[in-house]
């Protein structure tokens, strides 16, 4: 099963995304793919990302990219944590050519191997602002990787300013999921 959450920035995505981790069927992996860099605000995020983790029984796995190739044994479940981190990891860091069929043949990996998996993405692009190419590219990039993700996942939900809006299952039908409880 594929649970897609999206939303912008600071929209409640990752803690909405992290609760229903919580709910699945464990062991319970929290896939980072931020790359680590020396400078004050993705140390701050990452910190952040670790307190809210705190609280659950996560094992975090540190995967810039190639997610498919976490050793994660059959069961059990997986956020992916996030789409848009992933992409510019596999641009800037590997340069592929595939890079949209390629993250998500990754990710089917993981579900081959019997993960749940709960993968968070951004919205982006609503803004309607003018950008450079190689930025156009990298919004475009990931608006597909989201829509195929999309079509693949069983629940799609976004955040819209902290209020979970169902784009494909509902609420209700989440719910009666065996084990998600009180989502």
């Not at 980072?32 to 609280?55: F, G, S, Y």
């Not at 050519?97 to 998996?117: A, F, T």
């Amino acid at each position: 099963m594929m649970i897609l959450v999206t939303g912008g920035a600071a929209s409640g995505k990752s803690e909405f995304a992290e609760k229903i981790l919580a709910k699945l069927p464990g062991p319970h992996y929290y896939v980072a793919t931020m790359h680590k860099t020396d400078d004050r605000e993705t140390k701050e995020r990452i910190q952040r990302h670790v307190n809210l983790r705190k609280k659950h029984d996560f094992i975090t796995v540190e995967q810039e990219t190639d997610v498919g190739e976490v050793p994660l044994s059959g069961g059990g479940s997986a956020m992916v944590e996030c789409i848009s981190n992933l992409l510019a990891n596999e641009m800037f860091l590997t340069k592929r050519n595939d890079v949209v069929e390629y993250i998500v043949r990754q990710l089917g990996k993981l579900e081959e191997k019997g993960i749940h998996l709960v993968v968070v993405s951004n919205e982006v692009a609503s803004d309607g602002g003018i950008y450079d190419d190689f930025t156009q590219k990298y919004i475009v990039f990931l608006q597909q990787i989201n829509a195929m993700l999309a079509r693949r996942a069983e629940y799609v939900v976004e955040l819209v300013y902290g209020i979970p809006v169902f784009l494909k299952g509902s609420r209700e039908e989440l719910r009666k999921e065996d084990f998600l409880e009180n989502i």
